[in-house]
């Protein structure tokens, strides 16, 4: 399928590995433009290598404002066609183990910055009539994850902003929709399983034996077929979905709406 995404400009956050690698190298072998945004410079260099004429390369934490000023710079007057919002979560955690400290955090790393963003782009689109944002998130939003409070609840804020603000510009041209991942074969995963070996007294290799084996399709997720349904939404082809949480997880989510 030809998704018409040729030429486009498309910014992708947490481009240095998994997801966001991913999902720019399968926007440039669509011939898209990527602005790969991570805080690691050799990452982001060694992803640039694959399409040099295609990738351009920002190193910063979209956390903070001055990253965010340097987008917008690199940006200038071309016009956006879709972006896809993503970093790191927080630690793993069991709601008693989290202070306050760790809250506050969480709502810095996990929803502030995607506000800025999302305010700082979207006006954009509007006024160019079309854009599609793809935000990742987690499968723990529809199906809560054992050690991950800070990021189900903060992400879930995220679900909320999304889809009130999808109802809000509906008719613009713009899209937004979520995808949760569930587990994937990312380096991000290895947080719950370092966590459950805390827990347990069992070896790393044996939580993960265990938390695969809770995975209906008996196996982990790859990052390159995440990254096919990502672009599809980054699309025209996407046009009638918006306002959307699509997870993404082997079966893992049991209710009838996951």
């Known amino acids: 399928m030809n998704l018409g995404i040729s030429n486009q400009l498309f910014i992708v956050g947490g481009a240095g590995s998994g997801f966001g690698k991913a999902i720019s190298l399968a926007l440039v072998n669509e011939g898209a433009k990527v602005i790969a945004v991570a805080r690691g410079e050799e990452k982001l260099k060694e992803l640039q290598l694959h399409a040099p004429e295609l990738i351009e390369i920002l190193s910063g934490d979209l956390s903070n404002e001055e990253t965010l000023n340097a987008l917008l710079k ?3 007057n071309r016009t956006i066609h879709g972006m896809v919002v ?5 630690p793993a955690k069991m709601v008693l183990e989290t202070s306050l400290e760790d809250w506050d955090q969480a709502y810095k790393q996990i929803l502030r910055w995607k506000v800025a963003l999302t305010k700082a782009i979207i006006p954009k689109m509007m006024d160019n009539g079309y854009g599609r944002i793809v935000y990742i998130e987690s499968v723990s939003v529809k199906q809560p ?23 809000e510009i509906a008719q613009s041209g713009v899209t ?11 380096p991000a995963i290895n947080r719950l399983y370092i966590k459950k070996a805390e827990q347990t007294g069992m070896s790393f290799e044996d939580a993960k034996k265990t938390g695969i084996a809770q995975i209906p ?10 990254a096919g349904l990502a672009i599809w939404l980054l699309s025209p082809q996407s046009k009638f979905i918006t306002g959307q949480t699509i997870t993404v997880d082997g079966g893992a989510v049991r209710g009838i709406m996951g």
Do not use: C, W, Y
């Open 86 to 90: 993503n970093a790191g979560g927080p």
């Open 176 to 186: 937004l929709n979520i995808l949760g991942p569930g587990s994937h074969n990312t």
């Open 145 to 167: 994850v054992e050690n991950l409070v800070l990021s189900t609840s903060l992400r879930l804020a995220v679900v909320g902003m999304v889809k009130t603000l999808s109802q």
């Open 74 to 76: 690199k940006i200038d």
């Open 217 to 226: 399709v008996g196996k982990l997720g790859e990052a390159e077929d995440f």
